[in-house]
C-alpha cells in the first residue's frame, strides 16, 4: 500500500491512517518530490500552479514508479493500493491514466482528478472521500472528478461527509470496509 500525502505534507503524515490498512499491508510512503515555498512539499513543481493539468503529473508519475519498482513494492503476489491524500490523490489517479502504475485499487480522500485525457479504466476500483465543506476542493468538483472517472468506466465507490478538507469518520470507516471487501486484507502468495 503506498501512502501519497498532499500539497505541503511529507512522507509522515499519512500514518495516522494506520488504523483503516490492512494488517498484512506492506506500507510505503515517499515524499513528494518538490520543495514547496511554505514547507513540506509538492508532487508537481509549483510552478505549474495551483490547479495542473494532468500533464504536469507526467514525470513525477514516472520518479514515482521508478521508486517503487526500486524498493519492490509491486508484482503479482503482492497487489498494489494507492492512498493519496487531496494532491497525493492527483499523483495516483495519474499514474494510473499515463499507465505508469497498475494498481489493484485506490483510495482518493480529499482529493481531486487534474483535467487531462483518461483511457479506458476499466477495471480499475476507486473509493472516493470527500468533505461536504471542503474549502480547498469544493465537494462539486469531486462530483465532477469521481464522474470522469465512472465514464472512463472505473468502479467508483463513493463517500461524502460533513466535514471540510479531510475524512469524516464515516467514511474513514468505509475505506476500511471497502479494503477488506475487496479481499486486500489477505496475506500475500508467499509471504
Do not use: N
Not at 96 to 123: D, K
Not at 182 to 190: A, C, S
Request: net charge negative.
Amino acid at each position: 500500500m503506498l501512502l501519497l500525502h498532499g500539497l505541503t505534507g511529507d512522507e509522515d503524515v499519512m500514518w495516522g491512517l494506520e488504523p483503516i490498512i490492512p494488517p498484512s499491508a506492506r506500507v510505503l510512503s515517499p515524499r513528494a518530490l518538490f520543495p514547496f515555498a511554505g514547507g513540506g512539499y509538492s508532487w508537481v513543481d509549483p510552478a505549474e500552479g495551483p490547479a495542473p493539468a494532468m500533464q504536469a503529473f507526467r514525470e513525477p508519475a514516472s520518479a514515482l514508479a521508478g521508486w517503487i519498482e526500486a524498493v519492490g513494492g509491486q508484482g503479482p503476489s503482492r497487489p498494489l493500493v494507492l492512498m493519496g491524500f487531496s494532491q497525493g490523490s492527483a499523483i495516483a489517479l495519474s499514474a494510473v491514466a499515463f499507465g505508469v502504475l497498475h494498481p489493484s485499487a485506490v483510495v482518493v480522500m480529499a482529493g481531486l482528478l487534474p483535467p487531462g485525457e483518461l483511457p479506458s479504466l476499466l477495471a480499475l476500483r476507486v473509493f472516493w472521500g470527500h468533505g461536504r465543506q471542503d474549502e480547498l476542493i469544493p465537494v462539486s468538483r469531486a462530483r465532477g472528478d469521481v464522474a470522469r472517472l465512472t465514464t472512463a468506466r472505473a468502479d467508483v465507490t463513493y463517500c461524502e461527509a460533513e466535514v471540510g478538507h479531510k475524512l469524516g469518520a464515516e467514511c474513514l470507516m468505509g475505506v476500511r470496509t471497502w479494503l477488506a471487501g475487496l479481499g486486500l486484507d489477505e496475506p500475500p502468495v508467499g509471504g
